[in-house]
């Protein structure tokens, strides 16, 4: 069994990470990332064909990637994402959902039309751009501070009382 994860992201700037980065901005911060992109991250267990597979069950399902408006592409360990300018220090954080019923859905529809999926995980990767010389684990620090919601004045991106939050890669 293969595990396939693809990131797909929107052609244009997309309005979700341009908003949270100027609600982050409006906060102030003393370290503010200076990028902020979003994915959508599928994940794909496959019993046969591995990446071949993905992209065949890809190029039939466009509520999955939609080529007039997003890119997408295979992703892995020591992996850099389209549109990341390298003299940043890229931290990635992955929200998911705990109870999940889009990856439910799309594994159960999957199967049905005879694709060699035996499940799939759909979440969302943020990914935080600071600057190169920040020390690795205060920008890790910073980024899931940003991310999981304690307080009324802290966290954007997820509820912990619903979403699980895990660094990616």
């Given at each position: 069994?293969?595990?396939?994860?693809?990131?797909?992201?929107?052609?244009?700037?997309?309005?979700?990470?341009?908003?949270?980065?100027?609600?982050?901005?409006?906060?102030?911060?003393q370290l503010p990332p200076l990028k902020l992109q979003r994915h959508d991250l599928w994940e794909f267990e496959?019993?046969?064909?591995?990446?071949?597979?993905?992209?065949?069950?890809?190029?039939?399902?466009?509520?999955?990637?939609?080529?007039?408006?997003?890119?997408?592409?295979?992703?892995?360990?020591?992996?850099?994402?389209?549109?990341?300018?390298?003299?940043?220090?890229?931290?990635?954080?992955?929200?998911?959902?705990?109870?999940?019923?889009?990856?439910?859905?799309?594994?159960?529809?999957?199967?049905?039309?005879?694709?060699?999926?035996?499940?799939?995980?759909?979440?969302?990767?943020?990914r935080f751009g600071y600057l190169k010389d920040t020390d690795e684990a205060l920008t890790k620090k910073m980024a899931l501070d940003l991310s999981v919601s304690n307080t009324r004045a802290g966290g954007l991106?997820?509820?912990?009382?619903?979403?699980?939050?895990?660094?990616?890669?």
């Amino acid at each position: 069994m293969d595990s396939i994860q693809i990131a797909i992201r929107l052609k244009t700037p997309d309005p979700q990470a341009v908003t949270a980065l100027n609600a982050i901005r409006a906060m102030r911060l003393q370290l503010p990332p200076l990028k902020l992109q979003r994915h959508d991250l599928w994940e794909f267990e496959v019993s046969s064909g591995g990446r071949n597979a993905v992209s065949e069950l890809i190029g039939h399902f466009t509520d999955i990637v939609n080529p007039n408006k997003q890119l997408w592409l295979f992703t892995g360990k020591d992996f850099s994402l389209a549109g990341e300018d390298p003299e940043l220090q890229w931290v990635g954080i992955v929200v998911r959902d705990y109870v999940d019923s889009v990856s439910e859905n799309w594994t159960d529809l999957l199967k049905r039309r005879g694709f060699p999926v035996e499940s799939l995980r759909y979440s969302v990767l943020w990914r935080f751009g600071y600057l190169k010389d920040t020390d690795e684990a205060l920008t890790k620090k910073m980024a899931l501070d940003l991310s999981v919601s304690n307080t009324r004045a802290g966290g954007l991106f997820s509820n912990p009382v619903s979403q699980e939050v895990s660094f990616w890669i």
